[in-house]
């Protein structure tokens, strides 16, 4: 797939990218690099982000916070932090969590006056987001192509998505190496999040040629690699993976971000939420718990059966088989009684994203996935 076709991003890709490019890096006098605490330095990507901004003698500061599903807080934090520093710009690094975190913190730092919950509120966000650069450290969410951040809110009880003209990365640097660091489990799980996008984007009714281009192809290697065990000969690094499954992942995933950048998502995603915030699912799992559900319901719609029958012969699979396959992979054991489950989905009812997809689940139907799923 040519990457360099998706305009809002320049997505550069390959081995030693950011070394190769250090000059796209001169965006500011002083940068903010947004991350976790420990994964970002651990896989290189911190030491080759700073040697890329000595190059180009550009000094920065650091803001290392970034936990997973990033409260708005933390990131209102950052934008202020962002501003005593004098730093004009982000760079976020890391896995979906600081890429988000680094486009909110971006929003925060160049409106200073917004409150935490101002940044959905269009009027409030006088300002655009200060220029961004993405560097993904797993394969996994494609936040490095898209404008999206997730964040939580409530008290850690809900996530609401921010969304700008202004928060796509102006830069993005794909570098498989960064991966060869991660578990299997969580690189299967982050998998997993790149398949849930690919899947929910072809189903879209928002979905056009370049997007169903970018969705085949992610959800077609994701499958291979995952599922099918592709490109298994050869030396494998920790978490059990060949460098070419580890390229195959990562370019997957981005490519399902091109994907959602059009589209958005379907309704796996704002049921994993509450999974993923009250018992801690990792959200590629929690998405793919509900991913056979969601190909299972859009089957009973003729738009929905078609677009399925496609997309799986692109991938070389079978619809019956994924229904099956695809939530067994996330290996998820938890159990609640029927009014846990109700509350889980009262929390997420209202979300936009059930109506993205040919067949429109209710309340009722919710209900029924959750129940078929978890209750004991």
């Known amino acids: 797939m040519d990457f360099s076709t998706h305009k809002p991003v320049q997505i550069i890709t390959g081995d030693h990218c950011i070394q190769n490019n250090a000059s796209l890096l001169n965006l500011g006098k002083k940068a903010l690099i947004v991350s976790g605490r420990k994964g970002a330095d651990a896989c290189g990507a911190i030491a080759d982000i700073t040697a890329a901004l000595d190059k180009c003698g550009i000094p920065y500061a650091r803001f290392a916070e970034i936990t997973e599903n990033p409260p708005a807080p933390v990131c209102h934090k950052g934008g202020a932090f962002c501003r005593s520093e004098g730093c004009d710009f982000i760079i976020a690094v890391g896995g979906g969590s600081p890429l988000d975190a680094g486009k909110a913190i971006a929003a925060y730092a160049n409106n200073p006056d917004m409150d935490i919950m101002d940044i959905y509120d269009a009027a409030k966000m006088t300002n655009p987001c200060l220029p961004i650069v993405a560097v993904p450290t797993t394969a996994g969410t494609g936040s490095e192509a898209a404008p999206y951040a997730v964040l939580t809110i409530d008290g850690g009880l809900r996530k609401k998505t921010f969304k700008h003209a202004t928060s796509y990365p102006k830069y993005s640097f794909v570098d498989p190496r960064y991966t060869y660091t991660l578990s299997k489990d969580y690189s299967v799980s982050t998998a997993l999040d790149a398949l849930a996008h690919a899947i929910e984007s072809y189903l879209s009714p928002k979905a056009n040629p370049v997007s169903k281009e970018a969705a085949a192809y992610a959800a077609a290697e994701v499958w291979a690699v995952i599922f099918e065990n592709a490109d298994n000969e050869g030396e494998k690094d920790e978490?059990?993976?060949?460098?070419?499954q580890r390229e195959?992942?990562?370019?997957?995933?981005?490519?399902?971000?091109i994907a959602i950048s059009h589209t958005g998502t379907g309704?796996?995603?704002p049921l994993g939420y509450s999974l993923t915030l009250t018992y801690g699912i990792p959200h590629g799992k929690a998405c793919a718990?509900?991913?056979g559900a969601y190909i299972a319901y859009n089957s009973r719609s003729t738009e929905g059966k078609t677009l399925i029958a496609e997309l799986a012969a692109q991938m070389g699979a079978d619809p019956d088989d994924m229904i099956v396959r695809i939530p067994a992979k996330a290996e998820c054991p938890i159990k609640l009684t029927a009014e846990e489950a109700e509350e889980l989905i009262d929390r997420v009812a209202g979300a936009g994203n059930y109506a993205n997809s040919p067949y429109v689940i209710n309340r009722s139907e919710m209900s029924e996935i959750y129940k078929t799923l978890f209750v004991k």
């Open 239 to 244: 978490g059990g993976f060949t460098c070419k």
């Open 248 to 257: 195959r992942l990562m370019y997957a995933a981005c490519a399902a971000g």
């Open 267 to 269: 309704f796996p995603h």
């Open 289 to 291: 718990l509900f991913e």
